[in-house]
């Protein structure tokens, strides 16, 4: 996003990511309920808000990142705090 708003900026536009984490979607659903449930459970488990977001979250900060003019160049971290779990031993990704 960085690069993209050097870019991007001289065109006079904005750039912003979001990267949600596990999204309660009927493809989520699937998932949690078949041969990788216990990872997910766990990641979940783990994670510093404890459960998965709705759309709605999700949306919201799309909202938030389309009202704020100023922010460009960033990416959103909407993962319930999954990574900061990975980050502080917490959360092994070789554990799945």
Known sequence: MQAAALT???RGARVTSISPGIVMTPLARDEMSGPAAAGYR??????????VAS????????????GAPFITGADLLIDGGVVAAIAGGRYSVAGV
Do not use: H, N, V, Y
């Not at 766990?42 to 459960?51: F, K």
């Not at 949306?59 to 938030?64: G, H, P, S, V, Y």
């Open 8 to 10: 991007w900026g001289d």
């Open 42 to 51: 766990r990641m979940i488990d783990t994670s510093p808000a404890g459960r």
């Open 55 to 66: 759309p709605d979250e999700i949306a919201d900060a799309a909202a938030f990142l389309m």
